[in-house]
């Protein structure tokens, strides 16, 4: 379901904080593409992410890209106490200094990139990221925090729609891939809304979705990440070919690989399911070492 509401904006009326267009006028604050700033206006939207995400008094809660700072607040004024956010724009400083002012002690802003900081160090468990993430470096951001992922309780996440797709693909279908098979071996992934392009400033090309992950409570134990990344890059980096051919690259004896693991060696990769690539990166793993 498409959440388009333009509503009243409930945040706004109540944070005492000055509207969001009249923060952007003030701070000249006209969106950057080289930042992948698409920014959310609608704090009837912001409130919903940030509910999406609660409760919020009890953790870390860390964003991204806090932009002009509308999820930030919508975060803070659903209870967040310990709120860490991470801007590249050094525009927005003195926008986020001015929430830091009203909501003092809850709010702490790092100046930087957030592909270079180590956010499991950000606070105490648990932790919950929140962001409407710029669209250059939302993939790589997540695939960082997998390796993480059980320091976290909660990813809750805006990407454009084709990304959010990825995550929670299911075999056989067009979107399901490596991004698909990281994200459910490690988590429970859920698409909670889709937001249409309008409600953004500016809008950008493409629909964009809400995602969350939360780690699995019964994820399969004993398989490597790293070889479970190799295992699937080379079965989808050459996802029109049979197994038996595009799982050459691993450098075992794909034969032995497939007939271990009880998987026809004429299968493509996406007729595999989690479990099947679980259990190809045991197998692998067994080979690997023998
Ligand atoms: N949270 C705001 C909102 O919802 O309106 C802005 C979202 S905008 C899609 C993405 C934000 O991430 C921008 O403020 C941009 O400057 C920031 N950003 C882009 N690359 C970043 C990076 N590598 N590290 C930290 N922030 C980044």
């Known amino acids: 379901m498409t959440d388009n509401s333009p509503g009243t904006d409930t945040v706004l009326a109540h944070d005492g904080l000055p509207p969001l267009r009249d923060v952007i006028a003030t701070h000249e604050l006209s969106a950057k593409k080289q930042f992948g700033q698409n920014f959310l206006f609608d704090l009837n939207l912001t409130g919903r992410i940030a509910r999406a995400a609660a409760p919020l008094d009890d953790a870390t809660v860390i964003e991204i890209g806090p932009g002009p700072g509308g999820l930030t ?5 659903h209870g967040a106490k310990n709120l860490t956010v991470i801007e590249r724009d050094p525009r927005c400083q003195p926008v986020l200094a001015q929430i830091n002012a009203h909501y003092p002690g809850c709010l702490h802003v790092i100046d930087g990139d ?4 180590d956010v499991v160090k950000l606070g105490p468990a648990p932790r919950k990221i929140v962001a409407n993430l710029p669209y ?3 993939t790589q951001l997540l695939l960082n925090w997998l ?8 990813l809750t996440l805006m ?9 929670v693909a299911r075999p056989k279908s067009k979107a399901y891939g490596r991004l698909s098979v990281l994200c459910q071996y490690l988590c429970d992934c859920q698409i909670l809304f889709e937001v249409h392009r309008s409600a953004f400033t500016p809008p950008p090309k493409v629909t964009s979705a809400v995602v969350q992950l939360r780690p699995r409570a019964d994820r ?9 990344g190799k295992v699937t890059q080379a079965a989808f980096g050459q996802r029109r070919k049979m197994l038996r051919a595009s799982l050459k690259s691993l450098g075992v004896d794909v034969s032995a690989l497939l007939t271990q693991t009880g998987i026809v060696e004429t299968a493509r990769a ?3 399911s989690i479990d099947d690539f679980v259990a190809l990166t045991r197998i692998y793993d067994q080979l690997k070492s023998a």
């Open 270 to 272: 996406e007729e595999l």
């Open 159 to 167: 990407f454009q729609k084709e990304v959010a797709e990825r995550v």
């Open 147 to 154: 390796h993480d992922i059980d320091n976290f309780s909660s």
């Open 136 to 138: 250059n470096v939302g």
């Open 73 to 77: 607040r919508a975060l803070l004024y």
């Open 220 to 228: 399969p134990v004993g398989v490597d990440l790293q070889s479970l």
């Open 114 to 117: 957030a592909l270079e900081v």
